[in-house]
């Protein structure tokens, strides 16, 4: 689940684990260039700093815009903010390096202590919905900004960050629907044809997937996960499951988890999983040794494989997830604080570098590995058609973009992130215990409805 | 103190027990040490890849640290973290000694009173604080600034406490009484004959001051957001991740935090310690 | 000025010269005047107490009475904030734990402490400091450091289960398992504060007199005994100090735990089964992750009054013995 995912990059020693999906945030390094070309950028019509084409008029002092952003996603944008920057004369983007942590809470106590936010900042969907479902005070709203294209971005996307009153919060830069990365070899190995068509076909229903992890298993040493529970996410999202009903009351011991929770134990128990810890120093040694078949991750997974396996050009694959599932793995938006000192420029800026061809491609192609953009518009580019030799020349990203507008819109709530503790924990007793998984979720929806008082 | 110990000296069989048995434990306790200092000149493969875990140095220490400075600017967390370090501790010694020496020295009206409020407060835990500490910081424009870490430590009760036991140890009231007597001001007392007495002391806690400084993690973690103002701590701690598993960059991290600092202590320990006795309870 | 230097602290020594200065009014204000350099000299610590200590626990006490998330407006909720705590069995778990801790490794820790102290200074004069030194050296590095290395050296397939695995023993999940996880925390602590006591007790032993010793062993006591006897009545305040400072350490545990747990599902609330979940790190959730403020500060409240009754209940059970 998520946590798992998340336990982010400091492997053991995480900083702060801000638990959710970190990594996911991370990976996407948001684009940014400001549209030259860009017509949306000039609704408001700033009067100095002109988005649009022409240049902010001269002022002749610098203005620095802050950004704070993972580190990770600087370097693909400073090429993006160079671009912007010849564009706007005057203009300096100025990039805060944040750790994946606690951005959230920084951002949070600088809008309540009334200063110190920045004119830019690059949250993680699950801290967007912190915003979100709260109103969004001291968020600036986009919608006038993006009212004439809203239909340029991915519908559900957005909706995750429009409050109730319709204001919308952030401009998606990455997005997280999964897929299978799957290791070539793997499959070889097992007497699997290893082509995308062929690794698709093997596991097009959740019971072939488990044929075909037998199979894996029988050649020995190797595993087609490397831990059961991540199924776990997939099952939940592809039933559409929420953790709350709308009442607000906890649901976690319902059929959908519980079964989800069923199939990992089963998983687990038939030793189809390496039953590695997600990110711990094992996993890591597999995945540099290529010994796990299958990783269900989003677009950004990209970026991970390049990071462990640099030299593995032509042994990975990207099939579609069993069952047709569509599962939404993080993502992350660029926003705007009320307080930020130049919105109108900070906005040409976003826009460029996430909603203009131009800036899109030189964000995508500037990282260390590709992602999927919230902005469809952007899926015309050749990268989406162009043969990848890091996966034997599939045009894999491709792939990402086929379901894009089908991703389940799940009900959320604040208390989200104490249910994913509490079936986090739940899991964990189902799958290394061997729990019975209705008791362990029994359990675990009797300590949410505790929590949330 | 002047415990006669002539007759351990022969060396008794228990004696040679004690020694050994100790000596090994000490070991023991230092084995960590060498491990981490051994454990980031390896590559993840080889740390991580086999089974028993390597004992001895492995040849990959100057490409860990390429790494290392490719990905994060680590140097300048060390420089960040002397500068805290060092800012902490001078002004942690000048305003500790002064409250300790008043304490120690002067019968001022209300001095039990406040010294009573000044320990009280190290009765407050830290969580309590937690939460509107940080909202403070917030409204002080302090966040992601060295400021909340240095100034309101600056005069911690417990190092007040401290010098205040040892001046009552170490400094004899007749040398001040000496000193007043020959016209030396308030001031003039304490910085040249409370100061040069006290610094056996001054240097325990001084050293304690600075390792609390150079080891914090907490304050930090909940202060810095920018990478670039990162301690040693939280560099270590956020060195990982992102495109494969860092745990040997981590460990090389964290052995060039803390190994040289390990040295220093080393051989400033035997006065460390006699001065950390000077200032602690005696039974 | 002159009689300032005179007294030396509030020992039984100074009595009589407090005593004196709260005769008059009109003296105490002479002594007030006389001795402002001694004010201006405790004046740092008084005023950054001021600026940046007495708001926050009082801010913290009136958020415990609020719901609030920084960004919609606080709202007042009467002592909901404590009943939930009290309610909550998470943080009863935290707050176990806590207490496990001290028992699995205070416990242990400090008669250890105390032992090897008392081996150092009755055997060991030369090189004293040379142990002193290897045993003191966990204190000065950094948690991020210690915790970074044990959670390798206690990796599934770290070193110390190739230890285990030499000598014949199954290989244990230190990090993934509930007890072997409290037991590797325990380790570390232990570990960690060891040389701390050991220092502070080996002071504390010094100022016995060795004639006490000399006198117990020429009527033949054995070292068991003359330890019974002499040494730990004599070093009672020693012990009741550590005590205190180890058990109010312990009950604030957080970056430990939180480092040794923090690349675990579930993060931040201690790893699987919660099993390194303390009272503080159940605040930094409630805080920092679920942005319940006010939650979090009637946690810290309930936190602080365990608090005091830990430290009364160390008085008393110390405080009386030292009495006698």
Sequence with gaps: MKSEISRRAFLKLAVSSSGIMALAACAAPAAQQPAAQEPVAQEPAAPETEVTTAPPPASTEETSIEMWVQEISIPPQKAVAEDWMAQNPGYVINFVPTNFADTTTKLLASIAAGSGAPDIAFEEYSSMMNFTLRGGNGISDVSPMISERKDEWLKWCLDLVTTEEGKILGIPTDIGIAANFYSRDVFDKAGIKSDPESVAAATATWDDYLVAAEAVKEAGDQWMLANASELFEVFRQQQGQAYFDQNGEPIVNTEPFVNAAAYAQDFRKRGLDANVSIWGNEWGDMMVKRVIGAYPYAAWWDIILHGYTPDSAGKWGVAPLPGGANANFGGSYFLIPDQSKNKEASWSYISYCVASLEGIEKYLKGGAGLWLPGWKESYQLPVFTDPDPFYGDQAWLGIFTENADNVPTIYQTLNDSVAVQAVTEALARVLDEGEDPQKAFDDANVAIKEQIG | ?283 | ?324
């Design chain 2, 1 to 283: 103190m002047a415990r006669s110990v002539t007759h351990y000296l022969r060396l008794h069989p228990g004696t040679v027990m004690v020694y050994v048995v100790l000596g090994i434990m000490t070991l023991v306790i230092v084995f960590p040490f060498y491990w981490l200092t051994i454990s980031g000149t390896h590559s993840l493969s080889g740390l991580m890849g086999r089974f028993p875990p390597p004992l001895w140095f492995g040849g990959e220490f100057w490409v860990n640290l390429q790494a290392i400075l490719n990905r994060v600017p680590f140097f300048r967390s060390y420089a960040n973290s002397l500068f805290i370090a060092i800012t902490s501790t001078i002004t942690q010694l000048f305003f500790c000694s002064l409250a300790g020496y008043a304490f120690a020295k002067y019968d001022f009206p209300g001095r039990k009173q406040l010294f009573f409020m000044l320990l009280a407060t190290m009765m407050l835990p830290a969580a309590l604080s937690f939460v509107p500490w940080y909202i403070m910081m917030g409204k002080f424009g302090w966040i992601n600034s060295f400021r909340a870490l240095i100034i309101p430590g600056m005069a911690p009760a417990f190092g007040i406490f401290w010098l205040r036991q040892v001046i009552i140890q170490t400094v004899p009231d007749e040398l001040l009484h000496a000193a007043r007597i020959d016209g030396a001001g308030d001031f003039g007392i304490y910085a040249r004959i409370v100061l040069p007495v006290i610094l056996p002391g001054l240097g325990a806690l001084g050293i304690m001051t600075f390792m609390n400084a150079w080891n914090d993690y907490i304050g930090p973690l909940i202060i810095l957001s920018d990478v670039k103002k990162f301690t040693l701590p939280l560099m270590v701690a956020n060195l990982s991740g992102w495109g494969g598993s860092t745990v040997h960059l981590q460990l090389l991290g964290a052995a060039l935090a803390t190994v040289p600092m390990l040295v220093v202590f080393f051989f400033a320990s035997r006065q460390f310690i006699s001065g950390m006795m000077a200032g602690a309870l005696k039974g």
């Design chain 3, 1 to 324: 000025m002159d009689n300032s230097v005179e007294a030396p602290q509030a020992s039984p020594r100074s009595v009589e010269s407090t005593a004196t200065y709260g005769q008059s009014a009109r003296h105490s204000w002479r002594a007030i005047k006389r001795n402002r350099w001694a004010y201006l000299f405790i004046s740092p610590f008084f005023i950054l107490f001021l600026v940046f200590g007495i708001f926050p626990p009082l801010y913290s006490l009136f958020l415990s009475f609020h719901q609030w998330d920084i960004m919609s407006p606080m709202k007042s909720v009467g002592f909901a904030n404590y009943a939930r705590v009290l309610s909550t069995s998470l943080f009863w778990k935290a707050c176990l734990n806590n207490f496990i801790f001290i028992l699995m490794a205070s416990l242990p820790g400090l008669p250890l402490a105390l032992f090897i102290a008392f081996l150092l200074d009755r055997f060991i004069s030369r090189g004293r400091n040379l142990y002193l030194a290897g045993i003191f050296s966990p204190v000065v590095t950094s948690v991020v450091a210690v915790s970074l290395v044990f959670s390798v050296l206690f990796d599934k397939r770290g070193l110390v289960n190739a230890g285990l695995q030499a000598v014949g023993l199954e290989p244990i999940m230190w990090l993934l398992r509930p007890w072997p996880m409290k037991v590797t925390l325990a380790i570390l602590l232990i570990w960690r504060w060891l040389g701390w006591n050991v220092v502070l007790y080996l002071a504390g032993l010094q100022s016995i007199s060795a004639e006490l010793y000399e006198a117990a062993r020429v009527d033949g006591a054995t070292t068991m005994q003359s330890f019974m006897r002499i040494t730990l009545p004599l070093i009672r305040p020693t012990l009741l100090y550590t005590a205190i400072l180890s058990g109010i350490g312990m009950l604030q545990l957080f970056a430990e735990p939180f480092l040794l747990t923090s690349g675990q599902g579930g993060a931040g609330l201690g790893g699987r089964g919660n099993s390194l979940l303390t009272m503080f790190m159940y605040l930094y959730n409630s805080a920092f992750r679920q942005f319940q403020f006010g939650y979090a500060a009637a946690v810290s409240y309930v936190m602080f009054v365990l608090i005091l009754m830990l430290s009364m209940v160390n008085l008393k059970f110390f405080g009386r013995a030292a009495d006698e």
